[in-house]
């Protein structure tokens, strides 16, 4: 038969069989449909299908026993359920809700009368009351199993409940689980109060901390008796935040009269816009180099959006003083051209910087007892030159009046100090305002005594004539019949003062500027020694004075001289050599034969404590004996002295005075130029040479050679007095141009 349902059945009411609550009255009514049940005696009475003696007997027709319904005991009310479930698995043998399986024993006497049903069907019909027979066993099937084991048998064992998991292990498991909890939560704690700890402070601090920038004060530039010829000065830069002006018209209006800026420029300035990063710019130059008072007076304005800050400006005192030399800087402090250039790295020094915790907005001020670091500024180290700035604008003075009476373009004068190679004057024409170099050409600002690239002309005899007294192919007596021309190559070289084949001494041939004269010393003293002594006279390459830029010039190799080169090379041609390289080598033969590199820097001044450290010595090596230097001079004396000769303009009163004339041609791109290169290198005293001076002009109309040796003779007479350099005392000798 098949299983049970643990839920006793309904009536065909909807009701529980077997339920004590009557079907339809309250306390102490009679009830219908259900009869009351009593107690385990009633359970006793249950049929084998659950229902009650009582009921069968109703479901069958027949009335009860006694006539009248039992009342329905408080208990049975309180059940709320079946109240006979537990009597019934008493009887079933204690398993709760369990399926009776197998056949069952024959119902003990006692019992024979309940017999239990099969729940009522519900009829096609819809009549649910009538009463239905019992359901028969089908035949053949054996009698059911006795509610109660028979007498004498051993009651079957109750069925073990199913063992649960052990609860210990589960708490193991959960106790493990919050304490690995626990310690991960700790350690992480430990990491960020311990080791952590720094960078979680210094991400904090560094919202609340400002910097400020501390300038480096950048280095001076000095002559050589302290004066100043370019320093730095303490001034303001005004800058605008465009998120934060409110009204640019008005602004820009208001600082147009301080700045000297027009208010459409500044208000363009303000303008708001947006970086490459895509943030807004808070950030815009208004002006730089503005002077304290006039940015106390911005302050005082009140401006919303506009700032003060502290700047350098960089001030030239002599505007055009040695600017060729020094150059300029940007505003950034930066050098740009020039010395402060080349010196940008000693004289720009290195910035402090100032950071401190402070408050916002209003509060916009240090915190006291918050972080505070300072790192002092480092001062750039200032420079002294060798330049004296008097002898400067001496230079300079009369170089701009020569060369502008010979309509000249390019015009160069140089002091070199004979012992030490000191440069005490450079001057440079065209020039230009080194504290406006906005308002200059490019090429108003070289310096021509290193960049301009000539051929020297008749200056280069006097190191033909040196190299050959040096190398014993002359003496100082020796004489030559000079012929009017000479032929090498295919170019026919010729005298401007023909000697008509007479024999002309040295200093004659140097007096009258010879040309066949010099090509047939150089012929006995040959290429190969004439190429090494120019080199020992510093032609070819860099004089390395410190002027960045420096042109090294050019020498013609012995392999690549043609025919004509024999008769060019020793007048001064084919050669490539700046106005301080042919200075240098005049300053040899004035030092007794010694070449001393040409500098410009005397000493350098700390910036940190103002100690004062020698300039680099300068490279020297000997070129010519003591007695050939000498003998050199003397002949050089005729040039000055002998009537007719080249540089009678050159003297200089009082003074005994040693020098050469010279006419070249400027090459440009390989082309030559038109005009001529004139100029004038000599020393004085003759006898005892203080100082040189050069001087070249290249006046593109012509002329150049009658204006360099009058601005010698001007430059040379203010050096020697200016020197205190006392008078020769003995007169120039009397030279011989045509010995018999």
């Known amino acids: 038969m098949p299983p049970r ?46 229902r009650t003696v009582r009921e069968e007997r109703q479901a069958a027709g027949r009335p009860t026993a006694g006539g009248a319904e ?25 398993r709760a809700g369990g399926v009776r399986t197998g056949r069952r024993e024959p119902v003990p006497a006692a019992r024979a009368a309940v017999v239990r049903t099969v729940p009522t069907r519900a009829r096609p019909d819809g009549d649910d009351d009538a009463p239905r027979p019992p359901r028969r066993r089908p035949a053949g099937r054996g009698p059911r199993r006795p509610a109660r084991p028979a007498a004498g048998r051993s009651p079957r064992k109750p069925r073990k409940p199913p063992r649960l998991a052990d609860p210990r292990r589960r708490l193991r498991l959960g106790t493990l689980l919050v304490l690995a909890l626990f310690a991960t939560i700790g350690v992480r704690l430990v990491f960020l109060q311990a080791v952590d700890t720094p960078a979680y402070a210094g991400g904090g601090l560094a919202n609340r901390l400002t910097r400020v920038d501390l300038p480096a004060p950048r280095g001076a530039i000095y002559d050589r008796t302290g004066a100043p010829l370019a320093n730095s000065v303490e001034a303001r830069y005004v800058f605008a935040d465009p998120t934060r002006v409110k009204d640019r018209t008005a602004t820009a209006q208001a600082l147009s009269p301080l700045l000297g800026l027009p208010a459409s420029e500044l208000a363009e300035r303000m303008k708001p816009r947006t970086l490459e990063n895509g943030n807004a710019s808070q950030f815009e130059y208004l002006a730089r180099g503005v002077d304290i008072p006039t940015a106390k007076k911005i302050v005082a304005l009140d401006l919303y959006g506009i700032g003060v800050h502290r700047d350098e400006r960089r001030e030239v005192p002599g505007g055009d003083l040695a600017a060729n030399l020094i150059g300029f800087t940007s505003q950034d402090m930066v050098g740009l051209e020039g010395l402060e250039a080349r010196y940008d790295d000693l ?51 009369v170089l701009k009046t020569q060369v502008a009476r010979a309509q000249g373009s390019v015009g160069v004068a140089i002091v070199l100090d004979v012992p030490t ?42 190191i033909t004539f040196g190299a050959a007294l040096q190398e014993g192919v002359i003496t100082p007596d020796t004489a030559l019949p000079i012929p009017d021309t000479i032929v090498r190559g295919d170019t026919t070289f010729r005298d401007t003062h023909p000697a008509n084949g007479r024999r002309m001494s040295l200093p004659g ?74 200075a240098a080598a005049y300053a040899a033969i004035a030092n007794n034969g010694t070449y001393v590199q040409p500098h410009l820097i005397k000493e350098v001044i700390s910036g940190k404590d103002g100690s004062r450290t020698p300039g680099k010595a300068p490279v020297t090596r000997s070129v010519l ?38 006419t070249g041609i400027r ?62 005392g003995a007169p120039a000798p009397k030279f011989e141009v045509f010995p018999r």
């Open 667 to 728: 090459y440009v791109d390989g082309k030559q130029q038109p005009g001529e290169v004139g100029s004038f290198i000599g020393m004085a005293p003759a006898d005892n040479p203080r100082f040189v001076v050069a001087v070249f002009v290249w006046s593109p109309g012509g002329g150049g050679g009658a204006v360099a040796a009058p601005a010698f003779r001007d430059i040379m007479g203010f050096t020697l007095s200016r020197n205190r350099v006392p008078p020769s």
């Open 347 to 397: 004289l720009r020094g290195e910035n402090g910087r100032r950071v401190y915790e402070a408050g916002q907005g209003k509060l916009d001020a240090p915190i006291p007892g918050g972080y505070s670091s300072t790192t002092p500024a480092k001062p750039g180290s200032s420079l002294t030159l060798t330049i004296e700035r008097d002898l400067q604008f001496k230079a300079q003075q």
């Open 509 to 582: 041939m140097l007096a009258y500027s010879s040309n066949v004269g010099t090509i047939e010393i150089a012929d006995k003293l040959g290429p190969d020694r004439l190429i090494d002594y120019q080199k020992r006279f510093g032609l070819g390459q860099p004089t390395g004075e410190g002027i960045p830029g420096e042109a090294s010039g050019r020498l013609l190799p012995a392999r690549s001289w043609s025919g004509s080169s024999y008769g060019s090379v020793p007048i001064g041609h084919s050669v490539d050599a700046t106005p301080l390289q042919m």
């Open 70 to 94: 039992q009342r329905r005991t408080p208990r049975a009310a309180r059940a709320g359920g079946d109240p006979f479930r537990p009597a019934l698995q008493v009887l079933d043998g204690g």
């Open 5 to 50: 349902a643990e839920e006793p059945r309904r009536d065909p009411t909807g009701s529980r069989r077997g339920s004590s609550r009557a079907t339809g009255g309250g306390r102490g009514e009679p009830r219908t449909g259900e009869p009351g049940v009593q107690g385990i005696s009633d359970a006793r009475a249950y049929t084998p299908r659950g």
């Open 421 to 462: 190679g000191e440069v005490l004057a450079q001057a440079s024409h065209p020039t230009y305002n080194a504290a406006k170099p906005q308002e200059s050409e490019p090429t108003d600002r070289e310096d021509a005594a290193t960049s301009f690239v000539v051929d020297p002309g008749s200056i280069h005899k006097a």
């Open 625 to 662: 004996s003591p007695a050939n230097a000498a003998a050199l001079r003397t002949m050089l004396e005729a040039v000055t002295t002998v009537d007719g000769a080249t540089g009678l303009a050159a003297a200089v009163p009082g003074y005994r005075v040693a020098g050469k004339t010279g």
